[in-house]
């Protein structure tokens, strides 16, 4: 009787747990992909000051992610590319942080789930550059209004 209860007392503690990990991983990845797309939006709409903001978002976000499920590698990438963004009110400069923060993005997109929702993968051929975007609707944050709807969707996740 004593091994059953153990036994079951052990079951529960692993699946609450799992549960507990799987709550903390949404909690993380919602706040980053949102400060992701606040800074991929501000950059769409040639908003640098909005930009910076969503990166230092972005940055509280990354701060948040558990150690154990993303590596201190990848989060310091991002972190160093988002602190980039943030620090300057140049919007080409701010254009081309974002294509390195969008690379790592993409990188962590592909090791964990970050959404319920597709990611688009998308791709601007002029910059040969890719984002992320939770629309399949090309809204190209590398060149804004100039050229808003270039580019294609390369992969969904």
Not at 37 to 47: E, Q, R, S, T
Not at 68 to 93: F, P, R
Not at 104 to 123: C, D, G, I, W
Not at 127 to 141: A, F, G, M
Request: hydrophobic content about 45%; glycine content about 4%.
């Amino acid at each position: 009787m004593k091994k059953k209860i153990l036994v079951v007392a052990l079951f529960v503690t692993a699946f609450v747990q799992k549960i507990s990990a799987q709550d903390s991983t949404k909690n993380w990845s919602s706040s980053i992909l949102t400060s992701y797309y606040g800074i991929k939006d501000a950059l769409v709409n040639g908003n640098a000051s909005a930009a910076a903001l969503s990166a230092e978002a972005f940055m509280k976000a990354a701060a948040g992610i558990d150690k154990g499920i993303v590596s201190e590698k990848s989060l310091n990438a991002l972190s160093a590319d988002a602190v980039s963004i943030s620090q300057t009110k140049d919007i080409k400069v701010q254009r081309e942080k974002f294509a390195l923060l969008s690379g790592n993005m993409f990188v962590l997109a592909k090791t964990v789930k970050l959404s319920n929702e597709p990611l688009y993968q998308q791709y601007c051929p002029m910059k040969k550059v890719s984002w992320l975007s939770d629309k399949k609707v090309i809204k190209n944050p590398y060149y804004g209004n100039a050229m808003l709807s270039c580019g294609s969707v390369k992969e969904i996740l």
